[in-house]
């Protein structure tokens, strides 16, 4: 049985109210948020059961609403990078909005993060929903979301159906940064993925190739500390892991990517997706973000791993097809957070 209760809510200062609730199955707790859909915080148990936080939040709607690190939220309308904020649909040129010149990140200056959704109650979580209207940072036709957080033992699943009325790229991500043990760094976390494949990318993080990740500072096949890949050569233009790992599998089952853990707590999270990639980022730029108790966040202190679509999808044909919605079609995303702890 998963426990559904509401928070006091925030007061947006836009307007209106930011509802909270928190859902609870007694292994995992989640505090969601109607603004971004934002997973404020995870409660998880460490190796001695006792629970505590593993993603980093903030303290009040403004200071998400100061932060442009998408902390917790769904990633949208398209998550990661359009090149020079634009692509092609039948025939139709479309400029979407810029937000990290020239290209658009993350759905563009007011993306899914920061919109408003709806909350519901589900018998094991969350559904959150939302309209996107027709022209939306640029983006064509009305686009309809449904978000699941569901708590099912000691896994957080998370479900997205999208669809628009006019043909549009669609991929949605949940943009949460983990630090599984209350430190103020990742550098002792371990990352284990099972890709054998990443992108390459230009110096505005749009992709160029595809590459192999064996015998490069990519391959982690076995389980490897961050302390010793974040200081990388191959990894200084982009001062350590922003890079998007390829799945091979193209259907729509679940697959796993990987795991990360962190020995001080004794927690891991392995991470199943039917999403063609995973963009990997060790929160490179994130020192200085406010979180709570208005504490200033550090570089590295945490790890981010984002199922998707191939960025920049529209503009890759030889790489990811397109990533484009039909009219009728539904854009289908579940990923499986599993949460365990070695003794």
């Known amino acids: 049985m998963v426990r559904f209760r509401p928070l006091t809510p925030w007061k947006d200062p836009r307007g209106g109210l930011i509802e909270r609730v928190r859902i609870d199955n007694g292994i995992i707790a989640a505090e969601v948020l109607s603004l971004g859909a934002i997973i404020r915080s995870l409660w998880t148990p460490d190796r001695q059961g006792e629970r505590a936080n593993i993603v980093l939040g903030c303290d009040s709607a403004s200071d998400y609403l100061a932060q442009n690190a998408h902390l917790g939220a769904i990633a949208g309308r398209f998550a990661n990078r359009i090149a020079n904020a634009q692509f092609t649909a039948n025939e139709t040129k479309y400029q979407l909005s810029t937000n990290q010149t020239p290209n658009c990140l993350h759905g563009g200056v007011e993306g899914f993060n920061r919109k408003h959704w709806h909350i519901g109650q589900l018998p094991d979580g969350a559904r959150l929903s939302l309209v996107s209207p027709h022209g939306d940072m640029g983006f064509p036709g009305k686009c309809t979301v449904q978000l699941d957080y569901r708590l099912v033992g000691n896994n957080l699943y998370i479900e997205i159906f999208a669809s628009a009325d006019k043909t549009c790229p669609i991929s949605l991500t949940q943009h949460s940064y983990f630090n599984l043990d209350g430190s103020q760094s990742n550098l002792q976390h371990a990352l284990q993925i099972d890709s054998t494949q990443y992108l390459t990318v230009d110096n505005t993080g749009i992709?160029?190739?595809?590459?192999?990740?064996?015998?490069?500072?990519?391959?982690?096949?076995?389980?490897?500390?961050?302390?010793?890949?974040?200081?990388?050569?191959?990894?200084?233009?982009?001062?350590?892991?922003?890079?998007?790992?390829?799945?091979?599998?193209?259907?729509?089952?679940?697959?796993?990517?990987?795991?990360?853990?962190?020995?001080?707590?004794?927690?891991?999270?392995?991470?199943?997706?039917?999403?063609?990639?995973?963009?990997?980022?060790?929160?490179?730029?994130?020192?200085?973000i406010i979180g709570k108790a208005q504490l200033p966040f550090s570089q590295h202190q945490a790890v981010c791993l984002e199922p998707q679509q191939i960025p920049d999808a529209p503009n890759q044909p030889k790489i990811a097809g397109d990533a484009l919605i039909q009219p009728g079609q539904v854009y289908h995303h579940i990923s499986r957070y599993q949460f365990d702890v070695n003794a």
């Open 207 to 288: 992709p160029t190739a595809i590459a192999e990740t064996k015998n490069s500072a990519f391959d982690m096949q076995l389980p490897t500390l961050l302390q010793s890949r974040i200081a990388s050569p191959a990894l200084s233009a982009t001062s350590g892991l922003d890079h998007c790992y390829l799945l091979p599998n193209k259907g729509q089952q679940l697959q796993r990517f990987g795991r990360l853990s962190a020995a001080k707590s004794g927690r891991g999270m392995t991470l199943y997706t039917n999403q063609p990639s995973v963009q990997v980022y060790t929160a490179n730029f994130l020192q200085g």
